[in-house]
C-alpha cells in the first residue's frame, strides 16, 4: 500500500498533464479487484444502479429483493430494467400466494425447496477460515409427493439460485435436470461500505451442492499475467456421490468401466475402480459390428425409423458413423420390429436412439438413448428429414418428415478434442472443403481430451471413399 500511495503522489506531482484524481485511484481499484475473480467489483457513488441480481442477498429471479413485513412476504425493491419492473411490480407489493398455495405464516426460508424431504441438506457454503462453512437443510416436508416424478428443465443463462436447486434434486436423486449447461457462479457475494457512498462487492464464500461438488464452472480458471484466480486442482472433483449412492466419474461413455480379459485382471479391477462403490459384473458380449438406429414415434402412434447405421468405437466412443443404402438392408425388417416394440410398449413420443450389437444374424439391443443421439448427427445433410426436425415434429403432434438418405452414402467423423485447454478457429479459414462436406463445431467452452466438440458429415456414393475423407479433413481441424 506505500508503494501505491508513492505512485499516485509521484504521478499527482510531477505527470506532465493534469489527471482526474478519481479516475486515477477507481482505475487502480479495479486494476487490483482484476486479478481475483469476475465478480469482485468496486463501485464508486456514480455506478450504485450497476448493483444486480448476482449480489448475495435474498432476492426473486423476476428482479425483486423480498423480504418480511408484518408476517408477509413483502418487495422491498424493484430492480431497473427486469421483469418485474416490466409487468408493474412496485415496492410494498405483498405476495400472498405461490402456485395457488397460501403463504401466510410461510417462514422464508420454507420457500427454497420443497421438493426433498424435511431436514435434507440443500447447500454448503464455504469460506476463508473452516469455522465459516454453513449448512442449509430444508425445513418442511415436500409439497409434491415423492411418488411424483420430477423434471427440471435448465438453460445456459441461470446462475447460483438455480444451480443451488439443480445440484440438490441431482444429489438427492429426486429428479432428473434436462436442458443446456447451467452458467456456472458457485461464488458468494457480500457488499461492503468504504467511504463516500463507495462501495465494493467481494466474493467471501462458494456454493457447494449436497455431494460437495463445487457449482462454479470450470472456465472461470483462466491465466493471465497475475496466475491463477483460485486453486483449481482443489476444487476439481470429477467423482462425487448422490444420496442413493450413484458414483459420476467425468460423464458417460464407458467411464468408470473396466473390461477384464482374464482371471489375472479382476483383483487388479476391484482395486481401480472398488472404491467407489458396490461393483456389478456383466458378461462380456463378443460382438462382430456396433450398430445404431433412430426410431421416432409420434403422439398418434405413428412410427418411422432412420437407416441402420455402422458405428466405430475407440476408447468406449463413437469416432465415426457410416450410412449406406446398400449397408445392413438385410436386417431393415428385424430391426424395425425390435424398434417399434421398444417405443410402443413404452409409449415413447420423440426420437431414440437405439445401440446394439450384431453377433451373425442375432441382434442384441445394448443401450437404449431417450433423446436426439450423436449416432443420428449425419442426418442433418444426410437425410431428408434431420432427427432433430422429426423430434419436434412428432412432440408437436405434426405429420414427421421423410428419413431415406439424401445420397448412397454418408458419413459422419466425430471431432474429439486432442488436448485439454482453450482453442480457436482460425484454422478453418485455411481448410478448403467440397459442397458435400459439413463441419459442426458445437461451441463447447472447454476443450478436454476424447470429448466430442463437433462433427464432419460428408455425404456422396463411395462409402470406404468418403471414411478417407473424413479422417483426412479431422486431422486438419486443431481442436
Same mark, same amino acid.
Given at each position: 500500500?506505500? =508503494?501505491?500511495?508513492? #505512485?499516485?503522489?509521484?504521478?499527482?506531482?510531477?505527470?506532465?498533464?493534469?489527471?482526474?484524481?478519481?479516475?486515477?485511484?477507481?482505475?487502480?481499484?479495479?486494476?487490483?479487484?482484476?486479478?481475483?475473480?469476475?465478480?469482485?467489483?468496486? &463501485?464508486?457513488?456514480?455506478?450504485?444502479?450497476?448493483?444486480?441480481?448476482?449480489?448475495?442477498?435474498?432476492?426473486?429471479?423476476?428482479?425483486?429483493?423480498?423480504?418480511?413485513?408484518? $408476517?408477509?412476504?413483502?418487495?422491498?425493491?424493484?430492480?431497473?430494467?427486469? !421483469?418485474?419492473?416490466?409487468?408493474?411490480?412496485?415496492?410494498?407489493?405483498?405476495?400472498?400466494?405461490?402456485?395457488?398455495?397460501?403463504?401466510?405464516?410461510?417462514?422464508?426460508?420454507?420457500?427454497?425447496?420443497?421438493?426433498?424431504?424435511?431436514?435434507?441438506?440443500?447447500?454448503?457454503? +464455504?469460506?476463508?477460515?473452516?469455522?465459516?462453512?454453513?449448512?442449509?437443510?430444508?425445513?418442511?416436508?415436500?409439497?409434491?409427493?415423492?411418488? #411424483?416424478?420430477?423434471?427440471?428443465?435448465?438453460?445456459?443463462?441461470?446462475?447460483?439460485?438455480?444451480?443451488?436447486?439443480?445440484?440438490?434434486?441431482?444429489?438427492?436423486?429426486?429428479?432428473?435436470?434436462?436442458?443446456?449447461?447451467?452458467?456456472?457462479?458457485?461464488?458468494?457475494?457480500?457488499?461492503?461500505?468504504? $467511504?463516500?457512498?463507495?462501495?465494493?462487492?467481494?466474493?467471501?464464500?462458494? &456454493?457447494?451442492?449436497?455431494?460437495?461438488?463445487?457449482?462454479?464452472?470450470?472456465?472461470?480458471?483462466? !491465466?493471465?499475467?497475475?496466475?491463477?484466480?483460485?486453486?483449481?486442482?482443489?476444487?476439481?472433483?470429477?467423482?462425487?456421490?448422490?444420496?442413493?449412492?450413484?458414483?459420476?466419474?467425468?460423464?458417460?461413455?464407458?467411464?468408470?468401466?473396466?473390461?477384464?480379459?482374464?482371471?489375472?485382471?479382476? =483383483?487388479?479391477?476391484?482395486?481401480?475402480?472398488?472404491?467407489?462403490?458396490?461393483?456389478?459384473?456383466?458378461?462380456?458380449?463378443?460382438?462382430?459390428?456396433?450398430?445404431?438406429?433412430?426410431?421416432?414415434?409420434?403422439?398418434?402412434?405413428?412410427? +418411422?425409423?432412420?437407416?441402420?447405421?455402422?458405428?466405430?468405437?475407440?476408447?468406449? =466412443?463413437?469416432?465415426?458413423?457410416?450410412?449406406?443404402?446398400?449397408?445392413? $438392408?438385410?436386417?431393415?425388417?428385424?430391426?424395425?420390429?425390435?424398434?417399434?416394440?421398444?417405443?410402443?410398449?413404452?409409449?415413447?413420443?420423440?426420437?431414440?436412439?437405439?445401440?446394439?450389437?450384431?453377433?451373425?444374424?442375432?441382434?442384441?439391443?445394448?443401450?437404449?438413448?431417450?433423446?436426439?443421439?450423436?449416432?443420428?448427427?449425419?442426418?442433418?445433410?444426410?437425410?431428408?428429414?434431420?432427427?432433430?426436425?422429426?423430434?419436434?415434429?412428432?412432440?408437436?403432434?405434426?405429420?414427421?418428415?421423410?428419413?431415406?438418405?439424401?445420397?448412397?452414402?454418408?458419413?459422419?467423423?466425430?471431432?474429439?478434442?486432442?488436448?485439454?485447454?482453450?482453442?480457436?478457429?482460425?484454422?478453418? +479459414?485455411?481448410?478448403?472443403?467440397?459442397?458435400?462436406?459439413?463441419?459442426? =463445431?458445437?461451441?463447447?467452452?472447454?476443450?478436454?481430451?476424447?470429448?466430442?466438440?463437433?462433427?464432419?458429415?460428408?455425404?456422396?456414393?463411395?462409402?470406404?471413399?468418403?471414411?478417407?475423407?473424413?479422417?483426412?479433413?479431422?486431422?486438419?481441424?486443431?481442436?
Amino acid at each position: 500500500m506505500d =508503494v501505491f500511495g508513492k #505512485v499516485y503522489k509521484e504521478v499527482a506531482l510531477n505527470y506532465v498533464d493534469e489527471i482526474d484524481a478519481d479516475k486515477f485511484v477507481k482505475a487502480g481499484i479495479e486494476g487490483m479487484l482484476g486479478t481475483l475473480d469476475p465478480y469482485t467489483t468496486y &463501485y464508486d457513488e456514480n455506478s450504485k444502479d450497476q448493483i444486480d441480481l448476482i449480489t448475495a442477498g435474498k432476492y426473486g429471479g423476476i428482479g425483486v429483493t423480498i423480504g418480511v413485513r408484518d $408476517s408477509t412476504f413483502t418487495i422491498t425493491d424493484v430492480m431497473n430494467g427486469y !421483469e418485474a419492473q416490466k409487468k408493474g411490480l412496485r415496492v410494498g407489493d405483498k405476495i400472498i400466494e405461490l402456485d395457488g398455495k397460501d403463504l401466510s405464516g410461510t417462514k422464508y426460508e420454507n420457500t427454497r425447496l420443497m421438493l426433498v424431504d424435511k431436514n435434507s441438506l440443500l447447500l454448503i457454503t +464455504k469460506g476463508k477460515e473452516s469455522s465459516s462453512e454453513k449448512k442449509y437443510f430444508s425445513s418442511e416436508e415436500p409439497l409434491v409427493p415423492k411418488n #411424483v416424478p420430477v423434471v427440471v428443465l435448465t438453460n445456459e443463462g441461470t446462475a447460483s439460485a438455480s444451480e443451488i436447486v439443480a445440484g440438490a434434486v441431482q444429489d438427492l436423486d429426486r429428479g432428473v435436470i434436462v436442458g443446456t449447461k447451467s452458467f456456472g457462479k458457485g461464488l458468494v457475494q457480500q457488499f461492503r461500505d468504504l $467511504s463516500n457512498d463507495k462501495q465494493m462487492k467481494i466474493t467471501t464464500s462458494k &456454493y457447494f451442492t449436497p455431494s460437495g461438488r463445487w457449482i462454479q464452472q470450470k472456465d472461470y480458471f483462466q !491465466e493471465n499475467k497475475f496466475g491463477v484466480f483460485l486453486d483449481k486442482d482443489k476444487y476439481n472433483q470429477s467423482e462425487f456421490k448422490t444420496l442413493g449412492g450413484r458414483t459420476v466419474t467425468m460423464g458417460y461413455d464407458g467411464k468408470g468401466n473396466y473390461k477384464i480379459d482374464s482371471e489375472d485382471e479382476i =483383483v487388479k479391477a476391484i482395486h481401480t475402480i472398488g472404491s467407489r462403490g458396490k461393483l456389478m459384473c456383466e458378461r462380456f458380449v463378443p460382438f462382430q459390428k456396433e450398430i445404431a438406429v433412430q426410431a421416432v414415434r409420434n403422439t398418434k402412434g405413428d412410427f +418411422k425409423l432412420y437407416p441402420i447405421v455402422e458405428t466405430i468405437q475407440e476408447n468406449h =466412443v463413437c469416432t465415426t458413423v457410416l450410412a449406406s443404402k446398400e449397408l445392413f $438392408s438385410k436386417l431393415s425388417g428385424q430391426v424395425e420390429v425390435i424398434a417399434k416394440s421398444i417405443l410402443d410398449k413404452l409409449s415413447y413420443i420423440g426420437v431414440m436412439g437405439i445401440e446394439m450389437f450384431l453377433i451373425g444374424e442375432e441382434i442384441i439391443v445394448n443401450e437404449l438413448a431417450p433423446r436426439v443421439h450423436n449416432s443420428g448427427h449425419y442426418t442433418i445433410e444426410g437425410c431428408n428429414t434431420s432427427q432433430f426436425e422429426n423430434h419436434i415434429r412428432a412432440i408437436a403432434g405434426i405429420s414427421m418428415g421423410e428419413i431415406n438418405l439424401n445420397e448412397d452414402s454418408s458419413v459422419m467423423v466425430n471431432i474429439l478434442g486432442k488436448f485439454d485447454g482453450d482453442y480457436n478457429l482460425e484454422f478453418l +479459414k485455411e481448410i478448403n472443403i467440397r459442397g458435400n462436406t459439413y463441419i459442426h =463445431v458445437y461451441g463447447k467452452t472447454e476443450n478436454r481430451k476424447g470429448r466430442k466438440m463437433g462433427h464432419i458429415t460428408i455425404t456422396g456414393k463411395n462409402l470406404s471413399q468418403l471414411v478417407s475423407e473424413g479422417n483426412k479433413l479431422r486431422e486438419q481441424i486443431k481442436i
